[in-house]
């Protein structure tokens, strides 16, 4: 981990997926990896030594399970952690958004807003929440997602879009 950190300053974060297409060479033992890579990563959670390297190493174990497991994997990390690793949410739905399943990317995202316990997570998911339910012609969602989001956290901008979402002019 700590080499894949010092790596970052030539660029953007680097990815295991990364690494993976630089060697020319299969990575040997993929799963075996993996599954060891991922039990390392999910550790660092508890460990308070290790949070400063949270902002490597979240992205990471996220990556890692969906090299495994796919979306279903990702589901799983965000429902066994999503309190103290909301990104898991967010990246699920947003996936699940781009896979073009519109329905259970708001699944998702209504499950990752119940079990969320940040408010800023939680508010933008929550605004994520509220922009698909719009655009599936759902304002009934739409409104109270948007209300969810500027209770969580209340901003200028989230108040304007709650009290604009209902509005005929929408």
Known sequence: LEE?????????????QAIINADTRPLV?????????????????????HRHWRRWWRPLLREAVVLQNGLDGLAELARESGDVHPEAYHEWVVKLWES????SAMSAAKEGVERITGDGPKARLADALASMAARTGDSALAIAARQ????????????????????PDR
């Open 29 to 49: 033992d993929r799963d075996e990896f993996l599954c060891k890579w991922i039990a390392a990563l999910k550790s660092m959670d508890s460990d308070e030594s």
């Open 100 to 103: 073009g399943d519109l329905s």
């Open 148 to 167: 969810r989001a500027w209770r969580a956290n209340p901003t200028l901008r989230r108040l304007l879009s709650y009290c604009s979402e209902g509005s």
């Open 4 to 16: 894949i950190g010092s790596l970052n300053h030539v660029g953007d974060e680097v990815s295991l």
